[in-house]
Structure formats: C-alpha cells, structure tokens
C-alpha cells in the first residue's frame, strides 16, 4: 500500500485544550481531505483542502497544506469529550483514474 | 436513501465459506468505492467504480476478492473460499462526482467480516 502517516499514532488530551495531529504523504496531490471515524463506525468527511491552499477554517478545525514538505495539519481547537475518535487524512492519488490514499490514522481521546 | 447503506452489518464466515457484501450508495452518486479497514489501521483501497464500470481494481489482494456494480447503483463485493487473513471490516464509499478527486467521499458503517 501507499498509505501517509499520521502522527502521533495516539493523543490523549484534556477537554479544553487543543489537539494537533500531521499527515505526510508520498506523491503530488490534487486535495488532501481529513476524515474522522468513531469506533466501529464509518468515516465522515471533516474539510478538504486544495493543492492551491495553504489553510481553512471550518468551525473549530484548521488545517494548513505544505506542497513543499508533503504534509498536512489538522488542529482542533477547545476540544472536546465528544471529539474522541480516530481522525484520518486521505490524498487523491491518480494511476489511470484517481482514488483516495487513506494515511494510519491518529487516535484522539479527550478527556472529561 | 439518504446515505450509504451497507449489509450485512456483521458477518462470521468459517474458512473456506463464500461471502457477499452488498453497498447502496447515495442515489445519483457516480463513483463507488471499497475499501478494506483492518483493525487499527486505515482503509486501504480496494477497487473503484464509476457508474458501472470497474475503471481500478488494482488493490483487491487476490482473485478470490471480485466487486460488481451491474446497473451503476448497488454493489456487491464478494470473497471467495475465505481465509482469516480476510478478516477486517469492508467500507463503502460514493461520491458524486466521476473520479473521487473532485469531492468528499461518503462512507457506509461497513460490514464486519470474521473469519473462523
């Protein structure tokens, strides 16, 4: 497989603070998207960003794009207990047609 | 529907069984996609569709592993003569647009496989 790396593999935090988790990837991209999945349920779409940004706002998520470096942050801001879950980013990647490259995933636990 | 629906939900196959997943996704989406989530790890890709056509089937691990979307809508993915190493939960994904570049992807819950 061709999967980035998300680190660190696991966060534990206090309900409050901020968690930062980064994304490096392997090959050029169109968008990097970053994905959340509570436990045993599927992936939901957080925000995407374009190989043109450098950084978006959604509500309490930031992520920043570095081309340059091949990697990616998502910072959550005055987390919270519900935003316990594992958080994934995803790189399109394009061999004959385009399909997204899923990273390890972090582990965010946010404690009460 | 108003989401990707997925089922059986659970399944427990012992070796050497055949099984079937099926995938409804968002009606009017294009693009399907199956991915393969072993526990603890991030979902690989396994094959894409866009309407009925199989354009990618490159990360299916072995030719017991076949996908089908016939009509452009529903999917089913089917494992032949199981293994355990085939355990994992299998994810459905569509996306509106041709190509999964263009868009999020919208995922099922998955189907859990065991393999005894």
């Known amino acids: 497989s061709q999967q980035g790396e998300e680190d660190p593999q696991a966060l534990s935090i206090q309900e409050g603070e901020n968690a930062t988790m980064n994304c490096s990837y392997k090959?050029?991209?169109?968008?990097l998207q970053w994905y959340r999945q509570n436990s045993g349920r599927g992936l939901v779409h957080l925000i995407l960003?374009?190989?043109?940004?450098r950084e978006k706002h959604s509500g309490r998520l930031r992520v920043t794009l570095d081309t340059s470096k091949k990697s990616s942050s998502l910072l959550i801001t005055a987390s919270r207990a519900a935003d316990t879950a594992s958080y994934f980013c995803a790189t399109d990647s394009y061999s004959g047609t385009y399909k997204y490259i899923f990273g390890t995933g972090t582990r965010l636990k946010v404690l009460a | 529907g108003a989401g990707v629906s997925q089922s059986p939900r659970y399944k427990v196959a012992k070796r050497g069984q055949d099984v079937a997943l099926r995938c409804d996704p968002i009606s009017g989406h294009v693009s399907l996609f199956w991915y393969q989530q072993a526990l603890g790890q991030g979902p690989e890709f396994l094959t894409y569709f866009q309407n009925e056509a199989q354009l990618d089937k490159s990360g299916l691990p072995s030719d017991r592993f076949f996908a089908e979307r016939p009509e452009g809508s529903v999917s089913t993915l089917k494992i032949q003569r199981t293994q355990q190493e085939d355990s994992a939960v299998y994810l459905c994904?569509?996306?509106?647009?041709?190509?999964?570049?263009?868009?999020?992807?919208?995922f099922g819950e998955g189907s859990r496989l065991t393999v005894l």
């Open positions: 960003i374009r190989s043109n940004e």
């Open positions: 090959t050029s991209i169109n968008n």
């Open positions: 994904a569509s996306s509106r647009a041709p190509g999964g570049a263009t868009g999020e992807l919208f």
